[in-house]
C-alpha cells in the first residue's frame, strides 16, 4: 500500500497531552474531506481566541534586545501578540538547560529581563508558545 499522500494532524487536550496524530484517513467516510474532520477540532481548540497570526507578524510585534546579548536580555511585546501567548522560555542549545521559563504570561507585563552574566557563551533559544498550540523559535547568541 503507497505511504499516505494527506498531511498529519495533531491534537493535543487543555493540559498539552497529544490525543490524536493521523491524517483521519479511518474515520473518514468517502464523503467525509480531511478538512471537514479537524477543522472542528481547531476550532474547539481556538474557542475563545480573537484570531491566530502568521509567524513573520508574530515577530514583528517582538523586540529582542541586545544580540548578541553579554549580561542582560530583554523581550518585550505589544497587545497585539499579548492574549496569544502562553509561555516563554530560553533555553541553551547545547544542554537544553533551561534559563528562563514561565507559563503566567499574564504577570509580565509585556516585558521579560533575564540576566545572562553567569551563562557560557553560546547559542540559546527563545521559545514562544502561542495559545493555539504553535511554538516559535528564535536563536540568541551569547557572547
Known sequence: MPPSTYPIYFQY???GNQVF?????LSRSANTTTSELIEPAIKENLQGFS???KESDFWNNIRIYPVPVKDNLTIDWNDSVND???EIGLYEQSTIHWVFQNKKVSTLNKTVKINMTKQY????ILTFTLKDGRRLNKNITKY
Open 51 to 53: 484570531s491566530t497570526i
Open 13 to 15: 487536550d487543555e493540559a
Open 21 to 25: 496524530r493521523g491524517d483521519g484517513m
Open 84 to 86: 496569544l501567548i502562553s
Open 121 to 124: 557563551m553560546g547559542v540559546y
